[in-house]
């Protein structure tokens, strides 16, 4: 079975402060996907970026950032100076192949203060 | 371009009754999903559609719901004899790769 654990529930940080959300998850299959959405309090879920098991390469865009590390299933997402307007929900998520079910964790709140 | 639309945006009903959800995919995309999501909790798979057909309806809770997509396109999920327990908010997803590109969502509240 597969499961997404987001152990943070939520987290406040002061504006400009560089913050790092956790994923964890679990999964038999050697090919797989993984994702991170944003849903901001509008409510439609955004896609920020997709990561296959074959590619450990961490990637950034911007002032975002992804560690993709599969020696301890982990797929954390930094924002490096956070803004006012990165306060949402972050949700990280899996997927067995192409095209199949997405399966999420619960979701971590991030309140950015100025 | 259009992104995912789906309407109602709300729809509020009575315990027992009958209540249809739409989506209107994006255009050409062929995998249609359904989720539902819960306050405070990450959405959960409901059905997925490539096509016309119902490529994976595990998530499905049980048999009061039920979702079509008779031409490919539009999708109907359909809930009969609604409980308190199905207020929710029903997302829907198309996607012609590997991304998943979501609505706005369907915002249910069954009294």
């Known amino acids: 079975a597969q499961k997404v654990t987001q152990a943070q529930t939520e987290i406040s940080v002061v504006e400009k402060e560089d913050v790092t959300l956790d994923c964890v998850y679990e999964?038999?299959?050697?090919?797989?996907?993984l994702f991170w959405y944003k849903q901001p309090p509008s409510g439609e879920l955004v896609f920020l970026i997709r990561r296959n098991s074959f590619d450990e390469q961490n990637e950034i865009s911007g002032r975002y950032s992804w560690n993709f590390q599969k020696s301890t299933s982990s797929f954390n997402f930094t924002i490096t100076a956070s803004q006012v307007v990165d306060s949402a929900v972050y949700f990280c998520a899996l997927s067995e192949y192409q095209g199949n079910k997405l399966v999420f964790g619960a979701g971590t709140i991030l309140r950015v203060k100025s | 371009g259009a992104g995912v639309s789906q309407t109602p945006s709300n729809k509020v009903t009575e315990k027992g009754k009958y209540v249809e959800l739409r989506c209107d995919p994006i255009s050409g995309h062929t995998a249609l999903y359904w989720y539902r999501q819960s306050l405070g909790q990450g959405p959960e798979f409901l059905i997925y559609?490539?096509?016309?057909?119902?490529?994976?309806d595990s998530g499905l809770p049980n048999d009061r719901f039920f979702a079509v997509r008779p031409e490919g396109s539009v999708s109907t999920l359909k809930i009969q004899r609604t409980e308190r327990g199905d207020s929710a908010v029903y997302l829907c997803a198309s996607s012609s790769s590997h991304e998943q590109f979501f609505g706005p969502g369907t915002r249910l509240t069954v009294l």
């Open positions: 559609f490539q096509g016309t057909g119902a490529a994976d």
């Open positions: 999964t038999r299959d050697t090919t797989y996907y």
